[in-house]
């Protein structure tokens, strides 16, 4: 990958980000917002498929733990900053106890046992009344307060600000964590257990560490989600928006942090805003198929098909 | 030092490998007709199989219930029929995942591929590069199993250099006779799961039931 057209690009989406608040009207900043939640929930997805080698189904769990921990925590008026600490911290020790079952699979297993954990999840969710509101949801959740003292964020240019930047932050911190030593053992964890056992790394433990590493960074997701939409139910973190998040992962390309950023919005752009009523299943459908035959390598393969 | 004793795994109604005990000191080569255990039991001795019965001892400790992993930390170093590497990562990344023993790539030929991805490595000096991570591990026993297949002769005699700079106790399997006289200083022949015979080079070489066992068959 050639080091300044990617420099370029980097500066044209920072630019963009910063322009965008002055130019889109409230609902577009908020559509951005919620893609900056999907996001990070899309990357926690690509961090574990792509990069670990653990296909999984299964984020909107620690998602939804995630989304209900800080909308707790918004009624008990704590926040965003405390909120999204406590998200990450709730949703890293859910994929801990999970992650030590789901470290032990690998490829289709993997996959399903990680549905069963969403499934279950969204169940809990969907049952468990007096934390979840049950199917009716946890509405009402007080507008969210970035730091103390701040005003509660109404509009959709503190809401951007707040989501993006905290996904931001978030990414960049992966990002930079997956070119490290630790990045470079979990590929190795991912191409070669064998050699890597051989060499007498302890991969469960690594594999472990990078599945809660990934649950923290969907607990985030789900704070910013609950953040924006001050509402989260069931169907926030259903099976549906797992099926979306691989989508997103396979248009953006599965080890890719920023390319399932950028297929998270993809897929809420045709969702929400270019498929006609009722047709937005159909055409995710055909924008699947187009990208697997078109972008095998998602669209983060773009760069490096062009270097080749 | 490693030790193995008794060692035997039975798959099935096949016994692959038969009560085979045997003492890695120094430079041993494992050598015997195809489907004779000898890559069984070098799996074995590294903890990815498990005995039906017997033990290894690494340094007089006994790791028979110890993993790959586990055994790789205690200081057994190896490499596989087929290389295993990192292959989305540079030569470089994979030397220094395999440890940080004082190993350089120029060491085994491949200065100047510090940042070419292993997967586009051709097949001889994957093996070269695979030997590279094993001793970067700083092994206290080095497994190697079949590292000279495939390569061609000025890659087969870097290997040999590169081997026999080697301090620590070597167990060997390999097909290439040749190699074998080159390289070892004690020599045992597994048949059909079991110890045949055991010995230098030359006198396993003068022994009529191993040329026997060889008669006519593809090694």
């Not at chain 1, 169940?123 to 103390?148: E, N």
């Not at chain 2, 591990?137 to 190697?144: K, Q, S």
């Amino acid at each position: 990958m050639k080091k300044w057209p990617t420099l370029a690009a980097v500066a044209a989406v920072l630019v963009t980000l910063v322009v965008l608040p002055f130019v889109l009207r409230n609902f577009a900043l908020l559509t951005i917002a919620r893609v900056a939640a999907l996001g990070l929930l899309a990357a926690s997805t690509a961090l574990l498929t792509g990069t670990a080698g653990l296909p999984t189904l299964g984020q909107v769990a620690p998602y939804a733990v995630g989304a209900y921990t800080a909308g707790h925590l918004a009624h008990a008026g704590a926040v965003g900053l405390v909120q999204i600490l406590v998200a990450a911290a709730a949703a890293a020790v859910f994929a801990l106890l999970t992650g030590l079952a789901v470290v032990r699979t690998r490829g289709t297993v993997c996959l399903m046992v990680t549905l069963a954990v969403g499934e279950l999840t969204a169940i809990a969710a969907d049952q468990w009344k007096s934390v979840t509101g049950g199917t009716d949801g946890m509405a009402r959740v007080p507008a969210v307060r970035a730091f103390w003292g701040g005003e509660p964020m109404l509009k959709g240019v503190p809401l951007y600000v707040y989501a993006v930047g905290t996904a931001l932050v978030v990414l960049v911190a992966t990002w930079l964590m997956l070119r490290t030593r630790a990045g470079a053992l979990v590929r190795g964890c991912r191409d070669n257990e064998e050699r890597m056992r051989a060499s007498g790394h302890r991969v469960g433990l690594i594999l472990l560490l990078t599945h809660v590493w990934a649950g923290a960074v969907a607990g985030v997701g789900g704070a910013l989600l609950i953040a924006v939409q001050r509402y989260v139910s069931p169907a926030d973190v259903g099976f549906e928006v797992s099926a979306l998040t691989l989508l997103a992962v396979v248009i953006g390309g599965a080890a890719s942090l920023w390319g399932a950023v950028a297929g998270a919005g993809a897929v809420v752009a045709v969702r929400d805003n270019l498929a006609p009523a009722g047709q937005a299943p159909l055409l995710l459908g055909l924008l699947f198929v187009a990208a697997v035959y078109v972008l095998p390598r998602g669209l983060a393969g773009i760069n490096r098909r062009r270097d080749a | 030092m490693l030790e193995l004793r008794g060692l035997s795994r039975v798959f099935g109604s096949l016994t692959a490998v038969d009560g085979v005990s045997l003492t890695v000191s120094s430079r041993h080569a494992l050598i015997g007709p195809n489907g004779a255990g000898k890559s069984t039991l070098l799996h074995l001795a590294a903890g990815n199989v498990r005995p039906s019965a017997g033990r290894v001892l690494l340094d007089g400790r006994d790791v028979t219930r110890a993993g790959p992993g586990r055994r790789a930390r205690l200081g057994l170093g190896r490499t596989f029929q087929t290389p295993a590497l990192v292959d989305s990562a540079d030569c470089g990344t994979n030397l220094r995942l395999g440890g940080r023993a004082p190993v350089s790539l120029d060491d085994v030929g491949l200065g100047g591929c510090e940042r070419l991805p292993a997967g586009a490595l051709p097949h001889g000096r994957r093996r070269l590069l695979e030997v590279a991570v094993a001793l970067a591990g700083a092994p206290r026993v080095l497994l190697l199993d079949e590292p000279a297949a495939g390569l061609g002769d000025d890659d087969r005699a870097l290997l040999l250099s590169v081997l026999r700079a080697v301090e620590v106790p070597v167990l060997l399997v390999e097909h290439d006779q040749a190699f074998v006289r080159a390289y070892a200083d004690t020599v045992t022949v597994l048949h059909q799961g079991a110890l045949l015979a055991s010995g230098t080079p030359s006198t396993i070489a003068a022994d009529a039931d191993v040329a026997a066992v060889y008669q006519g068959a593809a090694c």
